[in-house]
């Protein structure tokens, strides 16, 4: 009982089960979004969808975990959240079983694809929203494409995580893509960037000695400290403005609100005074930027959960009022 104990435990941490609502999280805000025009479908569209992004990211987590092997066993200042989940080094499973349990998922997401276009929306994008997910998370790390060893990796979470689920999450029941999505994405997104970027900072000597140049890398932590303000800004500034989009805000939802620029704030400041050259601070850093990402995703979703009436936004009318208010 106590070995089978020890394997569960194993499995969660390989598995990194709460990182998961940072896929999830977007995919039901397109739901939401889609359900507010009016566009709803079969519980079991729902269902099947939420599978197939959690295998897509267990299918990413898993080849990560084999492929960043090496690295994650020389590295010595991981945290939480970075460096792995070090179930790998420490030798609890086979490296092998990272790897076939990456491919099961591989199988699994492409199963699923196939069965909700034949079932449910026979569009052919539908299997491309799927396919371009399952792409660049195949490739996250694998050869020969390797993104997070080139410097792209950043870039592709931010639209992985940011604009896919919620584009899928919305065509899945609407049929049709909305500029309301990207709108809605860009907070998303860019939260999201800054958290796979903040997570690079403890890896930085480990990722150098394996050849890994990924942003930090390849410019060094004070640039991309730089990059994670002025991203940081932008987060804040976008995520006002798709809570003003949606009209007339209830109050105690918006003092609710004010959670994400306090803390957003609050990471700058530690950023602008280099609080990442201390570990335990910057471990802190990491965890508080991830709630960033989750807070603007449940808000979001939330907000578009009231809202009265479909938002009336242009992309033009949101980036000059953005402009204006600089």
Known sequence: MEKLNQYAMAWWKLSRVPFLSVGILPLILGFVLAWRLGYQGPPGLY???????????????????????????????????????????????????????????????????????????????????????????????????????????????????????IATGFFLFAGFFSRQIFLLSLPVGLSIFNVILINEFPDEEADRAIGKRNLVVRFGKERMGDVYIGLSILTGLFFIKMLQGFGWTPHGFLALSGVVPLLILWNLIQVWRGDYRDLKKLERLCRNTLFVNLSVTMLLTIRVTIVSAAPQMSIHSVILNLVQNL
């Open 47 to 165: 269902i099947l969808s939420i599978t197939a992004v959690i295998l897509i990211m267990w299918m990413t987590y898993y080849l990560g975990e084999w492929n960043d092997l090496e690295g994650d066993r020389v590295n010595q200042n991981f945290n939480r959240f970075s460096g792995g989940s070090r179930v790998l080094v420490k030798g609890v499973f086979p490296a092998r079983y990272s790897l076939l349990l990456g491919y099961g998922c591989l199988a699994g997401a492409v199963l699923i694809g196939v069965t909700i276009y034949f079932q449910y929306q026979n569009d052919f994008r539908t299997l491309l929203l799927g396919g371009v997910g399952i792409f660049f998370g195949f490739f996250y790390s694998s050869k020969p494409f390797r993104w997070s060893y080139r410097g792209w990796g950043e870039i592709l979470v931010g639209f992985c995580y940011g604009w896919l689920p």
